[in-house]
C-alpha cells in the first residue's frame, strides 16, 4: 500500500510546505523588542523606612508652618532638620546593605522634592516672605522649581568624581532656610525687613541649579582607622550644639554655602601659579655677543 497516509510521505512534504511558507512569512512578522522586564513586587523595607521618615517629617514641617507663630515654625525648623538625617541614612543604608533599587533612588526622589523644596519654601514664606505678598511667593516658587531640577538633574547625571557635588545639594540648601528661620523664630512683619529674606531663598535656589562644585562628604570610609583626635573634635561639635543650637546650626549651614567658593578661588590660584611660572620667560646667563660691521657700531 502506497497511500500517502501509510507510508508517512503526505506528511512529510506537508512539513515542509509549512516550513517554506514560514520562511516567505518570516520577515512579515512583528517582532517584540521593547519588552519591559518584569515589574518586581515589594520593596526593601529598611531604606524605604527611612525615605519614609524623610517625607513624613517634610509631610510636618508644612502642617506646623501653615499655623504661623513662633513656636511653630521653630517646630517646623526641627523637622526639615530631621529630615536631613532620615535623608542622609537610607541611601548609606541602602549601599551597606545591598538593597539599593531603582525604586528607592526614585522614591527618594520624591521625598526630597517634599522634604528640601515644598517644606522649605512654605516655610519661609509664613516666616518672612509674607509681608511683600507676591514677590514673597514667587521667590519661594522659584525655589521649589530648583530644588525639582536639581533632583532631576541628579538622578540623569554619570558623576566622575564623587568627592564633589554639581551644583549644592538640595537638602544643604534647605539647611540654609531652616537653620534662618530657628536661628531667628519670631519671624519677619514688615515689608522693609522682608526684603533680605529674598537673598536668603533666592541665592541658594540659583546655586542649586548651577556647575559649581560642593564638597561631598560620601566618600569618607567610616571603616577605616581614624586618629583619636576625631572623636575630640566631634564631641566639641556636638557640645556646641547642644549648648548653643541656633547659632551653631545657622553657623555651619552658611559656612558650607560658602565653602564652595573659598574652594573655588584656591583651586584658581593652585593652577595660576603653575601657568604663571610657565609663562615667565627664562633670563639669560650672559649678554649676547654685539654685532659689528653695522652703521651703528663705533669704529
Known amino acids: 500500500m502506497t497511500g500517502l497516509g501509510l507510508n508517512g510521505s503526505g506528511d512529510k512534504e506537508g512539513d515542509d ?71 542622609m541614612l537610607d541611601g548609606r543604608i541602602a549601599r551597606m546593605t545591598g538593597t539599593a533599587t531603582e525604586f528607592g533612588v526614585q522614591f527618594d526622589s520624591l521625598a526630597d522634592v517634599v522634604s528640601f523644596g515644598v517644606a522649605p519654601a512654605i516655610l519661609v514664606f509664613g ?68 526684603v533680605p529674606v529674598l537673598a536668603v531663598v533666592l541665592i ?9 562644585r560642593f564638597r561631598s562628604f560620601k566618600t569618607i570610609d567610616l571603616k577605616q582607622r581614624r586618629s583619636p583626635t576625631v572623636l575630640i573634635l566631634l564631641a566639641l561639635i556636638l557640645g556646641a550644639i547642644v549648648t548653643h543650637p541656633r547659632q551653631v546650626l545657622v553657623t555651619l549651614a552658611y559656612v558650607y554655602l560658602l565653602s564652595a567658593f573659598g574652594e573655588m578661588a584656591v583651586t584658581r590660584l ?15 646667563d650672559a649678554e649676547p655677543p654685539v654685532q659689528r660691521g653695522t652703521s651703528d657700531s663705533q669704529p
Not at 37 to 55: D, E, Q
Not at 60 to 77: D, I, K
Not at 148 to 175: C, E, W
Not at 270 to 280: H, I, L, S
Open 17 to 87: 510546505w509549512s516550513r517554506a511558507h514560514l520562511k516567505l512569512l518570516g520577515p512579515l512578522r512583528r517582532r517584540r523588542t521593547d519588552r519591559q522586564p518584569p515589574l518586581r513586587r515589594g520593596v526593601f523595607l529598611l531604606p524605604s523606612a527611612f525615605t519614609l521618615g524623610n517625607l513624613f517629617c517634610g509631610y510636618a514641617c508644612v502642617v506646623y508652618a501653615a499655623r504661623g507663630e513662633a513656636a511653630n515654625f521653630e517646630t517646623a525648623a526641627l523637622f526639615v532638620g530631621l529630615a536631613y538625617i532620615f535623608d
Open 204 to 212: 541658594p535656589a540659583f546655586l542649586m541649579v548651577s556647575t559649581i
Open 127 to 194: 516666616w518672612g516672605l509674607a509681608p511683600l505678598g507676591r514677590m514673597g511667593w514667587v521667590a519661594g516658587f522659584i525655589y521649589v522649581t530648583a530644588a525639582a531640577v536639581r533632583l532631576a538633574r541628579f538622578n540623569i547625571q554619570h558623576v566622575t568624581d564623587k568627592r564633589y557635588f554639581v551644583g549644592m545639594p538640595s537638602p544643604a540648601a534647605a539647611g540654609v532656610l531652616a537653620s534662618t528661620v530657628y536661628a531667628f523664630p519670631d519671624g519677619i512683619h514688615f515689608y522693609g525687613q522682608a
Open 270 to 284: 593652585r593652577r595660576r601659579g603653575p601657568a604663571e611660572a610657565a609663562t615667565v620667560p627664562a633670563t639669560p
